[in-house]
């Protein structure tokens, strides 16, 4: 990849608006504008209030962007964008934007797969080579990767029902915890005993990669109407021994599934994590003792660069531009598009659109 070139990347897949300069690997500037506070009324994302919400905040991300980055339009080289999958409001808007950009700048247009955005995240991060296998865990993702290129993916496995962010989610709903559940429901595993109750460790008793998660948040329901059934409500202690069982068993079926696909891939470099639910410190902690104990490096970028963000997208379209060249302005928004077309895809959606 040309070092020397400056990208601006926009994302707009999902509930964060998001504009980054990037300069090679250096990211000179990274602005994220959250949804949460739109959508919290209504316990998840809601597709046209985001799609607005991205068409009010992509002009100010950029504007913002460029002034962190001490750049202006004329000094960007290349425009990429999130061109799916996701939800098509939002892509819609990021994807006009950038054209618009292109069309009135003359710069060319890349458009960026929001999984390979992630996909090559540790690359960004952390320079590793390819060809490498990496996990992504997030409210709206969960498969396997080996990354061979910056368009050549190889999908191991992934979630055949809810993604494990969307799980540690309604977990915390179920419990009455704070939103987004993932952290709520980590620092309250911390005082737990995982040993309590018993949490089924879905679809390791069958051969390959694929994951499921929704029987957990099921098994989950039914702990705690026997509780509340029975003692008339739950004890703090309750609570702590629910989410510290919970998140103990997504822990072990990740870390045996990552087993499974580690040992179906040969010559890595290394094995990464991303995605919001990669910010589980027990998970963390699992997944980088087991590539240890393989005598592989393990990468989990910093957090920032885990969730969605438009610096990934900017490193993707460099990547992608040095393969394939520019798009034109017929470029369009793809709900769905699968990194690897060669596997059949998984069934899980997520909550956020179907993205595999
Ligand atoms: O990657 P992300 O920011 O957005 C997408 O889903 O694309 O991931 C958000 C998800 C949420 O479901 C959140 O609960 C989960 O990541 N999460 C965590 C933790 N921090 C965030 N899950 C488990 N443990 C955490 N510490
Ligand atoms: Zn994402």
């Not at 990347?9 to 509930?15: T, V, Y």
């Not at 991205?54 to 000094?75: P, S, V, Y």
């Amino acid at each position: 990849m040309d070092k020397d070139i400056t990208i601006l990347g926009l994302e707009s897949s999902c509930d964060d608006t998001a504009a980054a300069i990037l300069q090679g690997r250096h990211i000179l500037s990274s602005v994220v504008a959250d949804q949460t506070a739109l959508h919290a009324a209504y316990g998840g994302v809601v597709p046209e209030i985001a799609a607005r919400a991205h068409a009010e905040m992509l002009d100010l991300c950029i504007e913002r962007a460029l002034l962190k980055a001490g750049k202006t339009l004329n000094d960007i080289d290349t425009i990429a964008v999130t061109a799916g999958p996701g939800l098509i409001g939002g892509v819609l808007s990021g994807v006009m934007m950038a054209k618009g950009l292109s069309a009135a700048t003359g710069k060319p247009l890349i458009g960026v797969n929001h999984l390979a955005g992630h996909a090559l995240t540790p690359r960004l991060s952390d320079g590793l080579d390819y060809p490498y296998l990496i996990l992504l865990v997030s409210g709206g993702h969960c498969q396997f990767l080996r990354v061979d290129g910056p368009t050549a993916f190889l999908r191991l496995g992934s979630t055949i029902d809810d993604a494990p962010g969307e799980a540690f989610d309604k977990t915390a709903r179920l419990l009455g915890l704070a939103q987004p559940g993932g952290p709520s429901v980590e620092t309250r595993a911390r005082q737990g005993d995982e040993t309590r109750f018993a949490f089924p460790r879905p679809l390791l008793d069958r051969p390959g990669c694929d994951l499921s998660f929704s029987g957990l948040k099921t098994a989950l329901l039914r702990q705690r109407d026997h509780l509340i059934a029975d003692q008339g409500g739950l004890h703090v202690r309750d609570v702590d021994d629910l989410c510290a069982g919970f998140q103990a068993a997504i822990r072990d079926v990740l870390v045996e599934k990552s087993r499974r696909a580690l040992a179906q891939s040969t010559g890595l470099t290394g094995f990464a994590v991303a995605g919001g639910v990669a910010a589980n410190t027990p998970l963390r902690a699992a997944l980088e003792t087991l590539s240890a104990s393989l005598g592989l490096p393990f990468v989990a970028p910093p957090l920032a660069l885990c969730t969605d963000n438009a610096a990934m997208i900017a490193f993707a379209g460099a990547e992608r531009y040095a393969v394939d060249g520019a798009d034109d302005l017929t470029l369009g928004a793809r709900p769905r598009w699968p990194l690897d077309t060669r596997t059949p895809s998984g069934l899980g959606s997520g909550r956020k659109g179907a993205k595999a």
